[in-house]
């Protein structure tokens, strides 16, 4: 049996396949009898889904991140898309292919690695090159900032998502820099580039995208920080000033306090970091909403956002964003 994904199901169809479970809970009908309530995923996508009766010990035990193997029909509930769920079992290993349940990003990590690589080999300030060639060559921050994604949810929730974002902050800074000459290009992006590299830290992607106990107690910025001051003990001739300012930047770039910003900008460098950085989530949030879940009710628009506690407008023929690609190096 091939595997049928979240974007080809078809409303009133019947269909058995494979996805993964989220947001599980066991609650009561009024008769006080139990249904199992759940969010099924795949690469391609999520739906709420119900299960309205034979809800077994099995099921009862259900964790975020199980697999399963379903019987679903696709409707709609108050609106909004819901798959009923006839049958489920937990699904074993050899019927499945772990790569069909995560979504990846569709750049190619080699490439935007080797984009921030090039950024680095071109700056003018050899401290700053020398720590991000340091960092960018550790094995544990390469090999997961390759497939960590940005967010649990929100923005670049996506295998590689992280890295996606980086280049992308990265390219926008860029721009900036050449537009306004004042700025320290160099640790413009050199902030750039490791304003959000405790994540790597902060998140895990194993089944599903959440918070490792250090990431939920801590948080990105203060490991983020601590990446850099672990890099940069290790070079004892590094300016103290400059590494002040790097960490500032790094410390400030959500950019108010009740955005979860230890520190509020106070140089351009970190003033344009945050803003550029806010900037690339919104937009790839929004076209990321507007995928997923456009109103077939109101074409052109999509379902309620809570986050931004509005709806979208993308247009009757979709949202056709260009794709920048990696960003030049120089």
């Known amino acids: 049996m091939g595997k049928v994904f979240i974007q080809d199901l078809i409303e009133g169809e019947p269909i ?30 999520e739906v709420a889904a119900v299960m309205w009766e034979g809800i077994t010990d099995e099921l009862r035990a259900l964790c975020e991140g199980d697999l399963l193997k379903v ?63 340091t960092m960018l060559g550790d094995p544990e921050i390469r090999n997961r900032l390759m497939r960590a994604p940005a967010a649990k949810a929100l923005h670049h929730a996506v295998i590689g998502g992280l890295l996606e974002h980086t280049a992308s902050v990265v390219g926008l800074c860029r721009i900036i820099a050449e537009y306004y000459p004042v700025i320290d290009r160099d640790l413009l992006l050199g902030a750039a580039i490791l304003h959000d590299l405790g994540k790597v830290r902060e998140l895990t992607w ?9 990431g939920r107690l801590l948080g990105h910025i203060t490991l983020g920080i601590e ?25 400030s770039h959500h950019g108010e306090y009740e955005w979860g910003s230890p520190k509020r900008p106070k140089t351009l460098e970190a003033l344009v970091l ?28 999509t379902q309620y956002n809570k986050s931004l ?17 990696p960003p030049v190096s120089a």
């Open 71 to 133: 019987q679903v029909t696709l409707g709609a509930y108050q609106g909004q898309r819901q798959l009923t769920v006839a049958r489920a079992r937990k699904a074993m290993t050899e019927e499945i292919q772990p790569e069909d349940f995560l979504p990846c990003s569709d750049k190619d990590p080699a490439l935007l690695m080797a984009a921030l690589e090039e950024t680095v080999a071109a700056m003018a300030n050899p401290h700053l090159k020398q720590l991000l060639q």
């Open 16 to 45: 058995t396949s494979f996805f993964l479970a989220k947001n599980i809970q066991v609650r009561q009908r009024r008769t006080g009898e139990p249904y199992l309530s759940l969010t099924l995923a795949d690469r391609t996508g």
């Open 206 to 214: 194993e089944r599903v995208f959440d918070y490792t106990d250090v």
């Open 227 to 251: 990446l850099i001051q672990e890099h940069l003990r290790t070079l004892p001739d590094f300016p103290e000033r400059l590494a002040m300012e790097l960490l500032h930047c790094v410390l």
């Open 309 to 325: 506690e509005r709806y979208l407008y993308f247009g009757v023929d979709g949202p056709e964003a260009p794709d920048p690609g």
């Open 274 to 301: 945050h803003h550029a950085e806010n900037l690339d989530g919104k937009i790839n949030g929004f076209l990321t909403f507007t995928t997923k879940f456009a109103d077939p009710q109101h074409p052109g628009w």
